[in-house]
């Protein structure tokens, strides 16, 4: 009996009970997740994903699957989404303060749940109140980018994907390795600074972030001008203008537009050695960020586009072309070249 809650969560609550939603005994199996669980599922037609990367990921494997977005998307990134996709409903996530409306997710009946495999821990109530609803949840591991090839095998076997999957891998693969190859080329003497500015003052850094960063810009062959143990829930480290003097940073880069409009104006960033050389640069966030907030799978991307904005005399690739690939590879859609050009900030379409 389904007795003694409200309406609606206890009619949606049943009718996943009595249908068998999320592991049906006719195609049942049990899968290893990311984080060493034994879980069951059965057929899967529909995902829900808890966060924001792993729902960009299970799109650029196959957009069908998804249920909806967790987060609105902006109408500047669903000019890049296929269109039968970018009126999928907010279903909404576990992250930031967000947590998902559980009668709205019983009622979409998904038919697994994917988290971050470092969640699990911090929020063991979410798989919790996932599985009294009958959705069993598979974590996957998206920390780094050399995680991806192994969460895209895991995803691809997970939803029977394969060769989808395969064919991202591979390109995440190259791109690793190429990356290497470029940023050892480079003498740790030559190697260029590189500050994240957070925040309209540019002087916040969220510490929790910072492996994502220091990834990212140590491929495209710089390194981070700061570094912080910040420890998970506390709130971001800030720095003073003194400290980022000291810094003097070869190349800024950021997604603060208040920042941005204010960096060449503001005197007391004058002294920056960035500033001088006019070398801030915005971090492109079509269709999602290419490098933080969200990290995604767009560091494919990313990393290319930072090493041609801090190398440009030694980035030989052509960006352009690159940019042109990805976006069909990973996303389905054709760019045209003046999109591209405004994607990488080179001009406008």
């Not at 199996?29 to 808890?50: L, Q």
């Not at 009294?132 to 895991?154: E, Q, T």
């Not at 390109?171 to 190429?178: A, D, K, L, P, S």
């Not at 041609?308 to 054709?334: A, I, M, Q």
């Amino acid at each position: 009996m389904c007795r003694g809650r409200p309406l609606l969560a206890a009619l949606a609550v049943c009718l996943l009970a009595t249908t068998g939603r999320g592991a049906d005994q006719a195609h049942a199996r049990e899968i290893a997740d990311m984080a060493g669980r034994t879980v069951t599922v059965g057929h899967i037609g529909r995902v829900w994903s808890a966060y924001p990367p792993v729902t960009y990921l299970v799109y650029a494997i196959d957009p069908s699957l998804l249920i909806g977005w967790t987060g609105p998307l902006s109408e500047d990134s669903k000019r890049y989404i296929s269109r039968p996709y970018r009126d999928l409903p907010v279903v909404g996530g576990w992250f930031g303060q967000r947590t998902p409306n559980l009668e709205n997710l019983a009622l979409a009946k998904p038919d697994v749940a994917l988290v971050w495999d470092q969640s699990l821990a911090a929020l063991p109530q979410m798989s919790d109140k996932l599985e009294s609803l009958h959705i069993p949840v598979a974590a996957v591991r998206l920390f780094r980018l050399d995680d991806y090839p192994p969460a895209l095998k895991f995803l691809g076997d997970l939803l029977d994907r394969k060769e989808r999957a395969h064919r991202l891998s591979v390109y995440i693969e190259q791109t690793i390795v190429e990356m290497k190859q470029f940023s050892s080329r480079i003498p740790e003497s030559r190697k260029l600074s590189v500050y994240y500015a957070i925040g309209p003052d540019g002087l916040k850094n969220d510490c929790d972030h910072m492996p994502f960063l220091d990834e990212a810009i140590e491929l495209a062959g710089g390194h981070n001008a700061h570094h912080c143990r910040q420890t998970s829930g506390s709130p971001p480290e800030r720095i003073d203008m003194e400290q980022l003097l000291l810094y003097n940073p070869d190349v800024i880069i950021t997604q603060e537009d208040l920042f941005l409009s204010k960096v060449y104006v503001d005197p007391k960033y004058g002294m920056l050695k960035a500033v001088r050389n006019h070398r801030v640069y915005s971090v492109p966030k079509t269709p999602f960020n290419w490098l933080n907030y969200p990290p995604s799978f767009m560091r494919a991307i990313g990393l290319r586009w930072l090493a041609w904005k801090l190398y440009p005399e030694l980035y030989s690739d052509n960006l352009e072309g690159e940019t042109t690939r990805f976006f069909k590879l990973f996303l389905g859609v054709e760019i045209s070249p003046g999109e591209t050009r405004a994607i990488l900030g080179q001009a406008n379409p």
